[in-house]
C-alpha cells in the first residue's frame, strides 16, 4: 500500500517535516509565557469538549509544548532535529511524511478510543496533556533501530551507542506511563503507545517491502557505481572523438600535447601547412 501511495502522490512530500514541529513546539511555548493556563485549556486535546463542537482541538494540541520536560529529554529534543534529518534521508520524504501524519492520526484516534473506554469503565479522565514530544521522540528511536551502533554524546561529553540510548528512553517512557497511571492522566500512555506502535508498524514495513532500508542502500551503491562508470565511459568517448585545432606538420603534435604550446601557419608554402613553435623557422617549405 506505501509503495503504491509514494509512486502516486510522492512528489508531493513535504521536505524538513522534523523543522515544522520543532517550531509548533516553539509557538507552543511562546503562547504558554504570553497567555499562560489559557493557551493550554483553549486548544488541548479534550475529547468531551471536542464531542461539544471544539473540533479546532483535533489540530490545535499539535502546538502546545511538551507539558513535563526533564534536562535528558531536553537535550534529546535538541538533537531531534539531526535525527529527522537523517531519518528522511533514509525513508524519502514521502515516507518521512507518512510516518509523522501517521503517527498524528493515531494520536487523535487514541485519544478518542483511550477516553471512551475509560467512560465505559468508570475511569476518571483528569488530565488531557497531548503534545508533539513523544511524536518527535520517536524519530529518535527509528534512528536508533535502523543504526545502533552509531555512537552519540550524551549530554553532549558521554559517548553512547544509539541502541543503549534508546533504552534509556524506553525507560523513561515506561517511568513516565507508570506516573502517569498514578494520577489517571492516561494521555501519557496513549502517546507513548502510538510512538512505539508506529515505530513498530514502520520498521515492519522496512523489514518486509520488496524495497526496505537495506535494499534502499545496496541500490544507492550500485546507482553511484554505475554513474561512475557512465560518466567514465562519456569521459573515454569524448577524448576519442575530440579533434583538434592546430597540429604541427613535421613533428604530429597538437594543443593537447602541451599548453605552452604556440603554432603558426607557413605563408612561404604552397598549402595549408602549421607548424609549431620549434619547427616554424626550421622546416622545408612545401612548394
Same mark, same amino acid.
Given at each position: 500500500? !506505501?509503495?503504491? !501511495? ?9 521536505? =524538513? ?41 483535533? %489540530? ?7 507539558? &513535563?520536560?526533564?534536562?535528558? &529529554?531536553?537535550?534529546? !529534543?535538541?538533537? %531531534? @532535529? ?71 554524546? !550524551? ?13 534509556? +528512553? ?13 494520577? @489517571? =492522566?492516561?494521555?501519557?500512555?496513549? &502517546?507513548?503507545?502510538? &510512538? ?11 523489514? =518486509? ?17 554505475? @554513474? ?54 626550421? +622546416?622545408?617549405?612545401?612548394?
Amino acid at each position: 500500500m !506505501l509503495n503504491k !501511495l509514494e509512486r502516486k502522490f510522492g512528489h508531493v512530500g513535504l521536505p =524538513n517535516m522534523t523543522l515544522v514541529m520543532l517550531a509548533c513546539m516553539v509557538i507552543g511555548y511562546a503562547g504558554e509565557l504570553i497567555f499562560d493556563s489559557t493557551w493550554y485549556t483553549l486548544f488541548c486535546l479534550y475529547p468531551p469538549l471536542i464531542f461539544q463542537g471544539q473540533i479546532w482541538r483535533l %489540530v490545535t494540541w499539535m502546538i502546545l509544548p511538551p507539558s &513535563s520536560l526533564n534536562l535528558l &529529554s531536553f537535550i534529546l !529534543l535538541l538533537m %531531534v @532535529y539531526q535525527f529527522g534529518q537523517i531519518l528522511e534521508r533514509t525513508l524519502g520524504t514521502f515516507r518521512y511524511n507518512f510516518f509523522i501524519i501517521s503517527g498524528l492520526l493515531l494520536t487523535i484516534i487514541g485519544a478518542l478510543v483511550g477516553w471512551g473506554i475509560g467512560q465505559l469503565m468508570g475511569i476518571p479522565w483528569v488530565y488531557a496533556s497531548y503534545d508533539l514530544y513523544y511524536l518527535a521522540m520517536s524519530t529518535y528511536l527509528m534512528v536508533a533501530l535502523l543504526f545502533p551502533e552509531q555512537v552519540v554524546m !550524551l549530554y553532549m561529553i558521554i559517548p553512547l551507542k544509539l541502541k543503549w540510548a534508546a533504552l534509556i +528512553h524506553v525507560a523513561f517512557c515506561l517511568y513516565a506511563c507508570v506516573s502517569a497511571i498514578r494520577v @489517571y =492522566n492516561f494521555s501519557v500512555v496513549v &502517546s507513548v503507545l502510538v &510512538s512505539f506502535l508506529n515505530v513498530a508498524w514502520m520498521m515492519w514495513n522496512l523489514r =518486509n517491502n520488496h524495497v526496505g532500508f537495506h535494499q534502499r542502500a545496496k541500490n544507492k551503491v550500485r546507482q553511484k557505481a554505475f @554513474y561512475n562508470q557512465v560518466q567514465e565511459g562519456m569521459q573515454q568517448r569524448k577524448a576519442s572523438s575530440y579533434v583538434t585545432k592546430h597540429k604541427c606538420a613535421i613533428c604530429g603534435r597538437t594543443e593537447r600535447d602541451g599548453d605552452d604550446l604556440e603554432f603558426r601557419f607557413c605563408s612561404k608554402c604552397n598549402g595549408n601547412y602549421e607548424y609549431c613553435q620549434d619547427h616554424l623557422f626550421t +622546416h622545408t617549405h612545401k612548394k
